[in-house]
């Protein structure tokens, strides 16, 4: 199955980033966001953003162009979801809501579109099952930002069949992602290993054994991570990092239970980048350490 129309439903970080990286593989992309304001501000966000890549000699001209004239606003969720080969949702990590608005997309796309979700950690199977069409419901797990971060995170639930599976390796040999395919699981490969290792830092931070600079160094320098886990937190969300805490802890075990100063963070509105500080106050002139005991 070629994909030459997508849809992709919400227009945050991910949703962005996604939609920019199918239109920069030729793929017609289709934004829906609740909001049709943020739909406006996103295609502009991708405009800017590739127009500094032009500035700096990193893409070509007509390259930017082709590429915005593959993104389109869609009109309504049903509206979007016509004639497309593939969903992916990025929208916010509640199975209620996610199961909402994708069964709305299979009442109106194409008997044989995939239905690809973004989620970090909530159950593909459930999600296929409860939408009434597992076997192309897929797990397409991207990461911050899409557009730079090199992996896809490909995974199988119960009931996804084999043609959703190879459909989905040659997509993310289109968009130039390198591909891994895991089992569904809570957490899959990439978010359990990951927020292990942010939970952690933010232990250790609790106990004082070091700065969040110096945490953050450590796995940097040390172990060569582009980004350390507290300031890899901020950039997710830290709301965002204690939803897939708690999802853990509740379907594996105590090793997963938040750190109460992750949950203090969170109800004080600390959510990091997005807020404007968490572990690091985000400035024009980038992120400063902000966490003090």
Not at 224 to 236: A, I, N
Request: glycine letters at 10%; aromatic letters at 4%.
């Amino acid at each position: 199955m070629t994909v030459d129309r997508a849809l992709v439903l919400g227009t945050g970080t991910m949703g962005q980033g996604i939609a920019q990286v199918c239109a920069a593989a030729g793929i017609q992309a289709r934004l829906f966001d609740v909001d049709a304001a943020k739909v406006t501000s996103s295609i502009k966000a991708i405009e800017k953003a590739t127009s500094r890549l032009v500035e700096k000699g990193k893409m070509d001209a007509a390259a930017r162009d082709a590429l915005l004239t593959k993104l389109a606003p869609a009109g309504s969720l049903e509206e979007g979801s016509l004639g497309i080969d593939l969903c992916i949702e990025a929208i916010p990590e509640k199975m209620d809501l996610k199961v909402e608005v994708l069964s709305r997309v299979v009442a109106a796309a194409p008997a044989a579109a995939i239905i690809g979700t973004n989620t970090s950690s909530l159950s593909v199977t459930e999600i296929g099952a409860r939408i009434g069409v597992a076997d192309r419901t897929v797990g397409l797990h991207f990461f911050n930002p899409p557009p730079v971060m090199e992996l896809l995170e490909i995974v199988r639930g119960l009931k996804t069949s084999e043609q959703s599976i190879e459909a989905s390796l040659a997509l993310a040999k289109r968009l130039g992602k390198t591909p891994i395919v895991v089992n569904d699981s809570p957490g899959f490969a990439t978010s359990r290993l990951g927020v292990a290792l942010g939970c952690e830092a933010i232990r250790m931070l609790e106990a004082g054994v070091a700065s969040v600079e110096d945490i953050d160094r450590a796995m940097e320098l040390g172990y060569r991570h582009p980004m350390g886990p507290l300031k890899l937190g901020d950039l997710v969300g830290l709301d965002v990092r204690l939803g897939i805490l708690e999802h853990l802890h509740k379907e594996v075990g105590e090793q997963f239970r938040p750190p109460a100063l992750l949950r203090q963070m969170v109800r004080a509105g600390k959510l990091g980048k997005k807020s404007g500080e968490g572990f690091y106050r985000w400035t024009d002139d980038g992120p400063v350490p902000a966490f003090k005991r």
